[in-house]
């Protein structure tokens, strides 16, 4: 599975980089601040809602701290997806955030 650093993820957005991040946490986790532009998919639903995820795209997981999002990455790989797992997740993360 590919991992990328919170570092590495604010370094590409502040670059202008268009990415695609996808936040597996729960509701009242977001609630509390999300990297902007993120969106809100959590792991519970994110088999139903694969449809809303584009095969054609690379994706940057996020959870709280790295663990579902890995989980998330396996689960999407598996179904042919091309996704990178943010390691350390949201408790490492030190950049802006939208709530």
């Known amino acids: 599975m590919k ?6 993820v604010e370094q590409q957005l502040k670059e ?10 729960e509701y009242e986790e977001v609630a509390q601040g999300k990297i902007p532009g993120a969106r809100h998919i959590p792991l519970g639903q994110l088999l139903e809602r694969m449809n809303e995820i584009d095969k054609n795209e690379e994706h940057i997981l996020v959870c709280r701290s790295g663990n579902r ?3 998330a990455c396996q689960l999407l790989e598996s179904y042919g997806y091309r996704v990178v797992n943010m390691t ?6 030190t ?5």
Request: proline share 3%.
């Open 88 to 93: 350390g997740g949201m408790l490492e993360w």
């Open 16 to 25: 202008g980089r268009a990415l695609s991040i996808i936040d597996v946490r």
């Open 3 to 8: 991992q990328i650093l919170p570092q590495e």
């Open 69 to 71: 999002s890995g989980m």
């Open 95 to 99: 950049g802006e955030i939208e709530r």
